[in-house]
């Protein structure tokens, strides 16, 4: 009784269908959005901002990508790294080959570059399943380190493979500052998200579902399985590719093929295990999760166990909190973080009641 | 021809070193039907372990039970603590499990033992060998000898032995073997375990090889491809995997990388393991599942 939904009608299809049906929803989902666009720019410093903000929005995203594929299509997938790569370097490609490319088009390019190579890995899903799937991913994400490395041209024979961000230009508009290129990751997560959002809800979601919870099943009850597999792949890999040119230009500004390695790829599986397998919401809560651990950590050693602890065996404390989070994740709580918010929810609409 | 004679071989008994791990994947997910990533980390453990007790003044033998030892407290703490709370879970839950516990287990190791770099030196000279006019590494004959009498003791505990007798009956139908009053949970832990000294015995080689340090736990990347060629559920398939990986690996590497760039070592056999998949979607000694509505 925290908000109440009583006296809410709705009167037609459309209104029944809307994203936030109450009041109470739409006034919070605004006050967060007036938050992230106008207060978080004014009032963030750079480090909040650089450190913080950015790589929780990008690895949201890639968070989202590899939640259409593995959380609603049921494909597992350890390449996702590979497709942030491709992504990455294909929008570094458009920008610096054709002249006075906009950002934004070369990165819905980059997306679609990455979408094609998507398409081409998640072709054998169609005969093999499972675990089996697993070397297709993982073949895209050694290949895909090895070319961009192996072949000069990707990175403009520079002699690491490294990519240089150009100036951050939009509209005429230069947005390199932190805040610009806060405001830039944003928008573009914003309407990935919208975007994802929708599709989950419509057609394609469903048979999306229907594919993850059996296949054979679903074949039989005529649902187009090749077509709606490589779309997963397709759509999964132009947001990662989209969130890997983001992470290349947006956060560090330089990177290199072995950036996005195979511990890339499990981070981000890491981030829908956490956040929730299937849930839009997850990705943003496992990110944030992702994110902010090592932070805490490390901030809780330096206070309590400063000294006793050195740098080295940090990092591996940092890895087995990690996994056993994992662990304990699956057992608990395999829907993740988001299934929690959801309890929550759901207490404080019957609030003081318990059901 | 002697050149590629020589290449083949050199890929051949390699390609023993990729079966070894493989073994330690095929003996769980046999059992279980877990998907066990973590085999690399233990491997890793096994070896990371044993040299640190070597080098403190512990004798080879006694390091090496101690170590054994310690994979045995391994293997009951995973099926106590991951295993038991997932049963009747979805494989892919499984999976991510052992990804969790493969971070835990190299942590673990690192922590306990420092994550530098140990040598480790067998007594076996790895001064080639002249075999009919080739080139033979010794040591990589001698992995090849201890990989096959590993298969032959686990063939002998397979089907010579109670344990093994029920072993096969788990990994045949789990709810038979249930009903028929063998203990799921010892079962599952006695796997481990042995999947430990799998382990162990491949890190030791592994170690000799590359050294002891992080790296160790990678080798579960190159047994990927192995399992997938050989089928997941063969003992047999493991080991012809491991060759066929191993040999095209070199012969690709010697043939084919001058033409296309070098390194291609890394991705090859996923490239391989994906046509032969393409092919036949269980692998070469797979069980060809069977599917219903």
Redesign the interface.
């Known amino acids: 009784m925290l908000y109440r939904e009583s006296g809410q009608f709705n009167t037609s299809y459309r209104a029944d269908q809307r994203w936030f049906r109450l009041w109470q929803q739409r006034w919070v989902f605004a006050t967060w959005m007036i938050l992230a666009f106008v207060v978080v720019p004014l009032i963030g410093n750079d480090y909040w901002l650089n450190a913080i903000l950015i790589p929780f929005l990008v690895l949201s995203l890639a968070g989202l990508g590899l939640n259409l594929l593995t959380g609603y299509a049921g494909q ?1 997938s350890l390449g996702s790294a590979a497709f942030m790569a491709i992504g990455a370097f294909a929008t570094y490609n458009f920008q610096l080959r054709i002249e006075g490319m906009p950002l934004l088009i070369s990165l819905f390019l980059g997306g679609l570059t990455a979408a094609g190579a998507g398409v081409v890995f998640g072709l ?1 899903s169609l ?6 799937l ?3 991913t ?2 895209a994400q ?2 895909v380190t ?1 070319i961009l ?3 000069g041209w990707f990175s403009n024979y520079n002699a690491s493979g490294v990519i240089t961000a150009p100036p951050l230009v939009v509209l005429g508009q230069n947005i390199s500052s932190p805040a610009g290129r806060y405001l830039l990751t944003l928008s573009v997560a914003f309407v990935l998200f919208w975007l994802a959002r929708n599709i989950v809800h419509g057609e394609l979601g469903r048979r999306w579902m229907a594919v993850r919870d ?1 296949d ?2 679903a074949a ?1 009850i005529g649902i187009p399985i090749l077509q709606t597999k490589l779309l997963a792949f397709a759509i999964s890999s132009f947001v990662l590719g989209i969130a890997g040119a983001l992470w290349a230009f947006a956060y560090l500004g330089t990177v290199e093929p072995h950036g996005f390695d ?1 511990s890339r790829s ?1 981070q981000i ?1 890491f981030i829908i ?1 956490i956040g929730g397998m299937g849930s839009i919401l997850g990705s943003f809560l496992g990110a944030a999760f992702i994110v902010l651990l090592p932070i805490l950590l490390s901030n809780l050693s330096a206070t309590f166990l400063a000294g006793w602890v050195d740098p ?2 940090l990092e ?5 909190i ?6 304990f994740f ?2 608990k709580e ?1 829907q993740g973080l988001a299934r929690l918010l959801e309890i929550v929810r759901q207490r404080a609409r019957v609030w003081p009641l318990r059901f | 021809m002697d050149f590629f004679l020589e290449v083949l071989t050199g890929g051949l008994l390699a390609g023993v070193m990729y079966s070894l791990v493989a073994i330690g994947f095929v003996l769980i997910y046999k059992a279980s039907g877990v998907f066990n990533f973590a085999q690399g980390a233990m491997v890793l453990f096994a070896a990371l372990t044993f040299v640190s007790l070597w080098e403190h003044g512990i004798p080879f033998w006694g390091a090496f039970v101690m170590t054994l030892l310690s994979m045995l407290a391994l293997a009951w703490g995973v099926e106590r603590v991951v295993l038991r709370p997932l049963v009747n879970r979805p494989p892919i839950t499984l999976f991510m499990a052992t990804l969790g516990l493969s971070y835990v287990i190299e942590g673990l190791a690192q922590l306990l033992w420092g994550s530098q770099v140990h040598g480790l030196e067998l007594g076996i000279s790895d001064e080639p060998l002249e075999v009919g006019g080739m080139l033979v590494s010794q040591f990589d004959l001698f992995a090849a000898g201890v990989a096959g009498v590993l298969v032959l003791i686990l063939s002998l505990l397979f089907n010579k032995t109670r344990i093994g007798i029920t072993l096969r009956a788990v990994a045949d139908d789990q709810l038979a073997a249930l009903a028929v009053g063998i203990r799921l949970e010892r079962i599952w832990m006695i796997v481990w375990a042995v999947a430990g000294f799998v382990g162990l015995v491949a890190g030791l080689l592994w170690g000799a090889r590359l050294g002891v340090q992080f790296s160790l736990s990678l080798v579960v990347l190159k047994a990927l491809p192995v399992l997938i060629i050989g089928g997941f559920t063969s003992v047999g398939g493991a080991i012809v995997g491991g060759l066929i990986i191993g040999a095209s690996e070199k012969l690709a590497e010697i043939y084919l990388g001058p033409l296309i760039g070098g390194g291609i070592e890394n991705w090859f056999p996923y490239v391989l393991a994906l046509l032969f998949l393409l092919v036949r979607p269980s692998g070469i000694f797979g069980e060809r599942a069977i599917e219903r509505v």
């Open positions: 597992i054998p005969r093999i399943k499972g675990f089996y697993l070397v297709s993982l073949a050694f290949f090895w490395t192996q072949c059996m054979t099943a039989v195979l499990f599986l295990i080295g065996q591996n404390l940092q890895k087995i990690f996994g056993a989070l994992i662990i699956l057992i395999p």
